[in-house]
């Protein structure tokens, strides 16, 4: 068996000339996790408690998103909404995968809904966790995490009060990881970038709602109740707008459901997507 430490270490594959970190686990259809966009983020900081358990009974393919991770961060790169769909798509070509379901994270999820819209022949289901959607305004979680500057106590204070209900969760070996992720070279400059400079990311992740009726594929919404950073109001708005959306929130819940409630997420994401079932 796989141990989590040959999985955090992820291995690397060319992507249209720029290496990318990634880890691919398990036998079966393909389930693709994105990440989302805090200070420090990356695949397995994300998605740590997901991947041994999903790749039970499917394989599991997740990514850093360039400008996060150890992802490569070209000099040149204009990080952008297009600019992070498209990384999507030719991760998948290049590792040679056809159709696959679609697990995203807060910008993730709003990555997930942007390959919804450019070619949902490819997509099986999608799960939308904690993700941005119509009716969305700025947050104080929002605010704080495009405020952060780089240490250890900040980073904790970050995850503690903005990311998560049960304070406990958030261990000193999780802290560690996105501490120095957020530390790693050109990491913060990147991230800096990519939401304060105006030919960037910034405000570009908006979405219609005829956008939103427009995504067909039967799609999961997951939501914290208590989510400090998207509000679960978002959530709602989306499931009246997905003509094949359904909605799942967690009570006593932030942004985290993924590792807040880890044991429940993994149930009911894997029994939407139908892993394991011989139909």
Same mark, same amino acid.
């Given at each position: 068996?796989?141990?989590? +430490?040959?999985?955090?270490?992820?291995?690397?594959?060319?992507?249209?000339?720029?290496? +990318?970190?990634?880890?691919?686990?398990?036998? =079966? !259809?393909?389930?693709?996790?994105?990440?989302?966009? =805090?200070?420090?983020?990356? #695949?397995?900081?994300?998605w740590?408690?997901?991947?041994?358990?999903?790749?039970?009974? /499917?394989?599991?393919?997740? @990514?850093?998103?360039?400008? @996060?991770?150890? +992802?490569?961060?070209? /000099?040149?790169?204009?990080?952008?909404?297009?600019?992070?769909t498209?990384? #999507?798509?030719?991760?998948?070509?290049?590792?040679?995968?056809?159709?696959?379901?679609?697990?995203?994270n807060?910008?993730? *999820?709003?990555?997930?809904?942007? %390959?919804?819209?450019?070619d949902?022949?490819?997509?099986?289901?999608?799960?939308? %966790?904690?993700?941005?959607?119509?009716?969305?305004?700025?947050?104080? *979680?929002?605010?704080?995490?495009r405020?952060?500057?780089?240490?250890?106590?900040?980073?904790?204070?970050?995850?503690e009060?903005y990311?998560?209900?049960?304070?406990?969760?958030?261990?000193?070996?999780?802290?560690?990881?996105r501490y120095?992720?957020?530390?790693?070279p =050109?990491a913060?400059?990147?991230?800096?970038?990519?939401?304060?400079?105006?030919?960037? #990311?910034?405000?570009?992740? =908006?979405?219609?709602?005829?956008?939103?009726?427009?995504?067909? &594929?039967p799609t999961?919404?997951?939501?914290?109740r208590?989510?400090?950073?998207?509000p679960? !109001?978002?959530?709602?708005?989306?499931?009246h707008?997905l003509?094949?959306?359904?909605?799942?929130? @967690?009570?006593r819940? *932030?942004?985290?459901?993924?590792?807040?409630? &880890?044991?429940? @997420?993994?149930?009911v994401?894997?029994?939407?997507?139908?892993?394991?079932d011989?139909?």
């Amino acid at each position: 068996m796989t141990s989590t +430490t040959d999985l955090e270490a992820g291995q690397y594959v060319d992507v249209n000339g720029m290496s +990318t970190h990634y880890h691919d686990v398990g036998h =079966g !259809e393909a389930v693709l996790l994105l990440h989302g966009s =805090g200070p420090g983020v990356s #695949a397995w900081a994300n998605w740590r408690h997901s991947i041994p358990n999903l790749s039970a009974s /499917a394989r599991v393919v997740a @990514f850093d998103l360039v400008g @996060f991770g150890l +992802t490569e961060r070209p /000099a040149e790169v204009r990080y952008s909404l297009r600019t992070w769909t498209d990384h #999507a798509w030719q991760f998948l070509d290049a590792l040679g995968v056809e159709r696959v379901s679609v697990i995203g994270n807060s910008l993730g *999820g709003r990555i997930a809904m942007q %390959m919804a819209e450019d070619d949902q022949s490819r997509l099986d289901r999608l799960v939308l %966790m904690g993700a941005p959607g119509v009716g969305m305004t700025p947050t104080e *979680g929002l605010k704080a995490l495009r405020e952060y500057e780089p240490s250890p106590e900040a980073m904790r204070n970050l995850l503690e009060n903005y990311f998560a209900v049960d304070k406990s969760m958030i261990t000193d070996d999780l802290v560690r990881i996105r501490y120095e992720a957020s530390t790693a070279p =050109g990491a913060h400059e990147a991230y800096r970038t990519m939401f304060f400079h105006p030919d960037h #990311a910034g405000s570009q992740l =908006g979405i219609s709602e005829e956008q939103v009726r427009g995504i067909t &594929a039967p799609t999961l919404l997951v939501h914290g109740r208590e989510d400090r950073v998207v509000p679960v !109001e978002v959530a709602w708005n989306m499931v009246h707008l997905l003509p094949n959306g359904d909605l799942h929130v @967690f009570s006593r819940c *932030g942004h985290w459901t993924q590792i807040e409630r &880890a044991t429940e @997420f993994n149930q009911v994401v894997a029994d939407f997507l139908q892993l394991g079932d011989e139909a």
